[in-house]
């Protein structure tokens, strides 16, 4: 049988998994081969996923998995990602529970990060449908290497999807991730952003993908120009550890040209970053202000946009997916409150 | 003003510590020598990441660095690889015993090249870790926090919860917070902060549970009650973590010392001569973590401080939260050692380490040189100063 979850499209065998691990054939029918089951799940920053254009301030569940389609050579979570069945600990969260989970710990959405959650999907949309029922709203982050009918399903169960956008050729992608064609990418994410909001990621790797810069920016700008883009200054980790470190000035001085074309772009994963704030494009006043311990997007501190979105100074409308949410709102008649936390 | 600056190789920032935002330095009034030091002491040397064994060579190099630039008084320096390769890399018996030999060796090298009396503290061992005790599915709420995975905070149980923790393989204890109010005798924030309960996981075993890593663990802390020290001070009454403040400042005004903490290193793996230290009260044995960095800076247990184990901290971590850059710490640790040294006796000092915000947090030194690294990722280093500060 064909596993149509992602465009690897694997042809299995009874008994037998694909390339992600994650899926197996029993009789007739494509099953997950552990529902359920999960590695972490923690309350953080929706903007530290990151998400900064979506329920600014809120606090988000962010649950993983493990498994993925890709092997990107720089991958950060690649313990978990790349990990075998058996090799990570993880543990079964009916969906009821997880979204019980949220709610008693003031969480305002669950978020499914750390792994592709195209490879554990059946999952994924069980909780979503708990969250919905609960009034709690369900992102996740993946890779956008999912059929056009997996893309419908999570356009349907997500409300706000992070796709990364590791590069902009075939041979980046195959290369470094491991894949043939990232044309199925680009046609998610335009698909994606026509139905949900998007929010699209690219971790930079210098003198390797730095000069697709400038394509990447004008392909966002093609689907919509206000779609926020996270760059990400690349880690050297697992594959590619030997890596140096990209330099900030470089890449950011390739940024430059691309701030022409989009008004949303962010430069983060490393400490200090002062290009996670948010100004606006018509008066470049600085709007949602954030900070970078480090890690991927960052931390808000000040939100000063009005009620409808709009800069305080010019009224200029800027898009944010949902409302602004005080990072403590989610306790209020919660057990945890009760506790003075 | 207490400021940092946020080094990323041919990159930085200068920032105030306390609200976090960026500082104009040729506008702001900081002392711009101290400042200068501190960029010069990190510029072209970036922490190579906790991974990397050559980050024990970092820390050495960079106190080596401090100590030429500076010349304080009094060091506080720590060594996290041990601690935190022991946990996530599976070491064979040899590359452990490298791994502690090249520790050493490092330890070594500062005292001969700078002539510090040094009094060394290993904060623990590290054992083979047997299993996980789960809390994920029960009705209340488990929570580990990232500094203390011995202990995990459980609010709002059910007497299903508290029946199944009683047979639960890998704990150890259940302990209510009125029960430990009651014996531990904490107030104020911590007493505010301490979960409903507290679950003790037995020795070689860690939790899963809300907030809990995911990496693959092979080694964990050990239920050490007592800890190696040796002490180059020829009047140390070092009987307990909490009493090596006192001994140092009852010498820093005559003696050049360097208090040097080893993650993961206990009586095990101590090479030397040592004394041994209490590491627990009552039933509690420090972690290696928050607790034990601060009980030793600050020379109080942790119950005196302000952050219990097992506490919710992203409950406190608000958009208006002080102190940003310092993780889960609310407030500036105003009963450092560091603090004491300078406020008090006038002592200049300098801190070098491994071990990310816990550093600059304990040494509370007049400038703090330290890794930034958050889940074992490396984005960048930190030169804190607190010269400055009033």
């Known amino acids: 049988m064909i596993c149509n979850y992602c465009e690897w499209r694997c042809e299995l065998g009874d008994g037998q998994a694909g390339v992600c691990q994650m899926y197996i054939q029993k009789g007739n029918r494509i099953e997950e081969r552990h529902p359920h089951h999960y590695t972490t799940y923690v309350a953080t920053h929706i903007e530290s996923l990151p998400f900064f254009h979506a329920y600014p301030g809120s606090r988000s569940l962010q649950v993983g998995s493990r498994g993925c389609n890709f092997d990107c050579h720089y991958c950060s979570n690649a313990y978990v990602a790349k990990s075998l069945p058996g090799e990570v600990y993880t543990f079964r969260l009916e969906p009821k529970r997880l979204v019980d989970v949220a709610k008693q710990t003031g969480c305002h959405n669950i978020v499914f990060a750390v792994n592709e959650p195209v490879v554990f999907l059946p999952s994924l949309i069980e909780v979503a449908k708990e969250a919905q029922a609960a009034g709690l709203p369900v992102g996740c982050m993946t890779n956008g290497y999912m059929t056009e009918e997996t893309a419908d399903i999570l356009s349907e169960t997500c409300e706000f999807i992070n796709i990364s956008l590791k590069g902009f050729s075939q041979e980046f992608y195959r290369k470094y991730t491991g894949i043939s064609d990232f044309s199925p990418v680009l046609r998610n994410i335009r698909k994606l952003a026509n139905r949900v909001h998007v929010e699209i990621t690219t971790p930079i790797i210098q003198d390797i993908n730095d000069h697709e810069i400038i394509d990447i920016a004008e392909f966002i700008a093609s689907v919509d120009k206000n779609t926020p883009w996270h760059v990400f200054r690349l880690l050297p980790e697992y594959k590619m550890q030997d890596r140096e470190y990209p330099s900030i000035q470089v890449i950011n001085k390739k940024l430059e040209e691309a701030r022409r074309i989009l008004p949303y772009i962010y430069f983060s994963n490393f400490v200090g970053s002062t290009w996670v704030s948010t100004h606006c494009p018509a008066c470049g006043k600085k709007i949602i202000e954030r900070f970078n311990l480090g890690g991927c997007g960052g931390k808000m501190v000040k939100y000063l946009l009005d009620e409808g979105n709009s800069c305080p100074d010019c009224r200029n409308h800027v898009h944010i997916h949902g409302n602004y949410t005080q990072w403590n709102s989610g306790d209020v008649d919660n057990d945890l409150c009760s506790l003075g936390c | ?390």
Not at chain 2, 361 to 387: F, M, P, Q, R, S
């Open chain 2, 1 to 390: 003003m207490t400021y940092a600056v946020l080094d990323v190789r041919e990159w930085d920032i200068a920032v105030d510590l306390e609200t976090g935002a960026p500082l104009d330095t040729e506008t702001c009034s900081i002392d711009s020598s101290m400042l200068n030091m501190a960029r010069q002491v990190v510029k072209g040397y970036p922490y190579p990441g906790d991974f990397a064994l050559e980050s024990m060579e970092w820390v050495t190099d960079t106190a080596l660095r401090l100590w030429k630039a500076y010349d304080p008084n009094f060091m506080f320096i720590s060594y996290a690889q041990p601690g935190i390769l022991g946990g996530v890399l599976d070491l064979t018996r040899d590359d452990w015993n490298d791994l502690v030999d090249r520790q050493f060796q490092n330890v070594d090298r500062f005292i001969k090249n700078t002539g510090y009396t040094p009094i060394i503290v290993g904060l623990g061992d590290m054992i083979p870790l047997k299993g996980y005790a789960n809390l994920s599915n029960l009705d209340g709420i488990g929570y580990v926090r990232k500094a203390n995975r011995r202990y995990a905070g459980l609010f709002s149980p059910s007497d299903d919860d508290l029946a199944k923790l009683g047979d639960m393989p890998g704990v150890e204890r259940v302990v209510s917070k009125h029960d430990f109010i009651d014996l531990f005798g904490a107030a104020g924030s911590f007493e505010h902060k301490f979960p409903d309960y507290l679950v003790v996981a037995e020795e070689g075993y860690a939790f899963k549970t809300m907030g809990s890593s995911t990496r693959i663990g092979y080694k964990t802390i050990a239920r050490n009650e007592s800890i190696p020290v040796y002490a180059g001070l020829s009047n140390a009454r070092i009987h307990s973590i909490v009493d090596l403040r006192d001994a140092i400042i009852r010498n820093a005004s005559r003696q050049r010392i360097a208090l040097i903490l080893l993650d993961g290193i206990g009586v095990k793996d101590f090479r030397g001569r040592y004394n041994l230290c209490d590491n627990s009260v009552y039933w509690y044995t420090y972690c290696q973590g928050d607790d034990s960095y601060l009980a030793i800076s600050t020379g109080k247990h942790f119950q005196y401080g302000d952050y219990p184990p097992g506490w919710l901290d992203f409950t406190d971590d608000v958009e208006s939260k002080t102190c940003p850059y310092d993780g889960f710490i609310e407030r500036p640790v105003t009963d450092s050692i560091g603090n004491y040294l300078r406020n008090v006796l006038g002592v200049t000092s300098a801190a070098a380490g491994s071990r990310s915000t816990f550093t600059h947090l304990a040494a509370g030194a007049d400038i703090c040189v330290e890794c930034c690294c958050c889940g074992l990722y490396n984005y960048g280093t930190k030169a804190v100063i607190y010269k400055d500060q009033a």
